[in-house]
């Protein structure tokens, strides 16, 4: 599965009367199959990044192409097949599981696998759920899982993953991330994460996009990202980050 992502000047504005950017001028370019991380503070645009990408909100200037077509040129349908959106707070249709994890069969005309999908719910440690059960009845970390599962079974070249596994207990959050990384290494598949999760950063990641002051400030190996930031904002950033998680430990323990 060989994909080429081309992001260039790409900027969003805040819909406000200031109209001040949220970011701009971002460029990046994929050429080979990777799993980027991307981090940041809150407020930097991750998100919205994001969802240009999976052509949910149209950037305010730039482009983006797909194996050099612009995004422009390709029917939004076909687009999302070829680089799919799963979202923090996960999203169930309405209806039953089954309903749910048949969506993306029947949204793109494709035989629904069920050998596949019970395949991969047995890898997020769902092979007991009821199949009948409304959607919107489940835990918060099963929908989150059962979410991921329905963009999967679509088998798209680009995965685009909006802090998947914040609300996964442990276990349920290292499935997660051993199947996306079993998926990377047998599939190409490209995978661009959002996370906070510093660890999960360096499990997964072997680039880091790091976002600040309104624009793509370093895309860098996640090793040299790590133990050698470029800029002031980053060294902070993994400095705070690795106090507070410092903190919580240390909270844990005497809790």
């Known amino acids: 599965m060989h994909t080429t992502i081309e992001i260039e000047a790409l900027g969003k504005q805040f819909h406000s009367p200031s109209g001040q ?32 990408l999976g052509r949910l909100i149209p950037p305010d200037s730039g482009t983006v192409r797909l194996n050099q077509k612009d995004i422009t040129q390709w029917e939004a349908a076909e687009w999302r097949m070829n680089m799919s959106y799963v979202a923090q707070q996960a999203i169930m249709l309405p209806g039953s599981v089954e ?25 997020l440690y769902l092979e ?27 088998q ?3 995965l685009l993953l909006d802090e998947v596994t914040a609300s996964l207990d442990a276990l349920s959050k290292q499935a997660a991330q051993r199947l996306l990384l079993d998926l990377h290494a047998q599939t190409g598949t ?15 990641c072997k680039r880091i996009w790091f976002m600040a002051n309104h624009q793509l400030l370093e895309d860098a190996p996640s090793e040299s990202f790590f133990h050698a930031p470029q800029t002031a904002e980053a060294k902070d950033f993994l400095h705070n980050q690795i106090a507070t998680v410092a903190t919580n430990a240390a909270e844990e323990v005497h809790g």
């Open 99 to 123: 309903d749910n994890l048949r969506t993306v069969s029947t949204l793109h005309q494709r035989p629904f696998d069920q050998k596949q999908a019970r395949d991969l719910l047995e890898q």
């Open 190 to 204: 490209t995978l661009i994460w959002i996370t906070h999760d510093l660890e999960e950063a360096r499990i997964a």
């Open 128 to 154: 007991n759920l009821d199949w009948g059960k409304p959607a919107q009845q489940l835990s918060g970390g099963e929908k989150q899982r059962l979410a991921l599962v329905r963009t999967l079974l679509l």
């Open 21 to 52: 950017w949220l970011f701009h001028h971002l460029d990046a370019k994929i050429t080979e199959p990777t799993t980027i991380g991307i981090l940041g503070k809150s407020g930097q645009g991750k998100s919205t990044l994001l969802r240009i």
């Open 156 to 158: 798209p070249p680009v």
